[in-house]
Nanobody, 123 residues
């Protein structure tokens, strides 16, 4: 499976961005797709994930009520709507695919990764 992110950019604190992950190869409905982020000097962390089997979702505590993950079966896309962006949300955002769902979407489950897209938040 191949994953290509788009939609990153520069936004002011409090603003919004929408990231998209185009998924190709394999069967879209088989995958759990996750969004992860990595800021300089920090470990990569899960942001949100969604099962394309049943559309169940998980959001990390740091983004709950601000970010929404969704899937589009017609376009084989998984999107991350990010509202109320904070300075600490700045990072490279990656989408990744896992063959199974895991509680809180552990990063070790995700074997396929996109190249990442930069999100910069200014004050």
């Amino acid at each position: 499976v191949q994953l290509v992110e788009s939609g990153g950019g520069l936004v002011q604190a409090g603003g919004s961005l929408r990231l998209s992950c185009a998924v190709s190869g394999g069967i879209f409905e088989d995958w759990t797709i996750g969004w992860f982020r990595q800021a300089p000097g920090k470990e990569r962390e899960v942001v949100a994930c969604i099962s394309n089997v049943d559309s169940r979702t998980y959001n990390s505590d740091s983004v709950r009520d601000r970010f929404t993950i969704s899937n589009d079966y017609a376009k084989n896309l998984v999107s991350l709507q990010m509202n109320g962006l904070k300075l600490e949300d700045a990072a490279v955002y990656y989408c990744a695919a896992a063959a199974v769902w895991g509680k809180r979407c552990p990063i070790s489950y995700f074997g396929y990764w996109g190249q990442g897209t930069q999100v910069t938040v200014s004050s």
